[in-house]
């Protein structure tokens, strides 16, 4: 991975998006659809308070069985 003073910053139009997709998306797929690998997108969701949907949690859960 790139050192954090060379990976690419994240634009406010890619916050905005990571916010409409985090919820109820995976983030391998997340970070296929905005070219990030899933740690920054999970670090970026992180830092701006995203969280998980409370039905993506339960699919998740309920899936595994």
Do not use: C
Request: aromatic letters at 10%; a neutral charge; zero cysteines.
């Amino acid at each position: 991975p790139l050192p954090p003073y060379l990976a690419p910053q994240w634009t406010p139009e890619e916050i905005a998006r990571l916010g409409e997709l985090y919820p109820d998306h995976s983030n391998e797929e997340i970070a296929a659809i905005m070219g990030r690998t899933p740690a920054s997108v999970k670090i970026r969701a992180v830092w701006n308070g995203f969280r998980k949907s409370p039905a993506y949690k339960l699919l998740l859960y309920t899936s595994d069985a």
